[in-house]
C-alpha cells in the first residue's frame, strides 16, 4: 500500500516545519497529520518544539487555523509558531496594497495639520513648526522638515526619513525618538539628509547619499545604459 504524502514533517533549527498539501480533502490531510504526530510525540523528549505550519496554495479560515493549532497543542511538547498561506482575504490584499504604496500629496503641512498615510509619504511641500506628518512605511519630504515626523508608526525600523531641508522639531522612527539639535540654521543647510535606525538601534541623521548602501532595497531600478 502506497504511503500517502500529504504531510511532510521537516526538522529545522528552528524547530518543525509542516508542510501540507493543498489539494488533499481537508479531512485526509487531518487524518494523515495526527497520525504523523502521534508519530513525532513517541521519538519526541521533554524538549518544547515550535512548529511552523505551510498550508501552501489552501485558503484556511480561523476555524481551521484554530482547529490545526489545537490538534498541534495536544501533544504537549509541541508550541505553534506560525500558520503560513500563500492566499489572503480580499481585506488582506487591500491592506497589503495600502501598506506597500507610496501616497504622494502637494502642499504645506501647517501648524496643528496632521497627515497619516499607512504606507510610504512622499510629501511635495514643507513640514512647518507645529505640523506632523506619520507614515507606516518611510517619509519623504521634497521641501524643508521643521515639525514632526513619525516613520514607521506601526512598528517598522526599517523606515527612514528624508528631507531636503533637515530642521525637524521632533523624529521618531518606530519606538526611536530624537529631537533636532539646536545647530539647525536654514541658511547653512546645502544638501537632503536622511534619518533611520543604525546597527547600535540608534535613530541617526546622516547625508541622504549614504541610504543607497544601509537601504539598497529602497531601488528598485533595472536599467541601464
Known sequence: MKQSQNVVIKGTKDGL????????????????????????????????????????????????KETLRQLIRQRRHLIVEEIKSNVMTVNEAVQWKE??????????????????VPGDLLLIGDVNPGGTVLAGGSIYVMGALKGTAHAGCYGNDRA????????????????????????YDAEEITESECAFINEAEQLVIDRLQVLKYLRPDLSTFKGGF
Request: aromatic share 4%.
Open 160 to 183: 527612514v526619513i528624508t528631507a531636503a531641508k533637515m530642521m525637524p522639531t521632533q523624529l521618531r522612527i518606530s519606538s526611536h525618538l530624537t529631537r533636532s539639535p539646536d545647530r
Open 17 to 64: 516545519t509542516l508542510q501540507l498539501n493543498d489539494k488533499c480533502a481537508y479531512n485526509e490531510l487531518i487524518e494523515e497529520l495526527t497520525e504523523k504526530l502521534d508519530a513525532v510525540t513517541k521519538k519526541s523528549e521533554d524538549a518544547l518544539i515550535k512548529v511552523t505550519v505551510q498550508v501552501g496554495n489552501r485558503y484556511v479560515t480561523e476555524e481551521d
Open 99 to 116: 501598506e506597500n504604496e507610496i501616497v504622494s500629496y502637494t502642499g504645506r503641512i501647517r501648524s496643528g495639520q496632521i497627515l497619516e
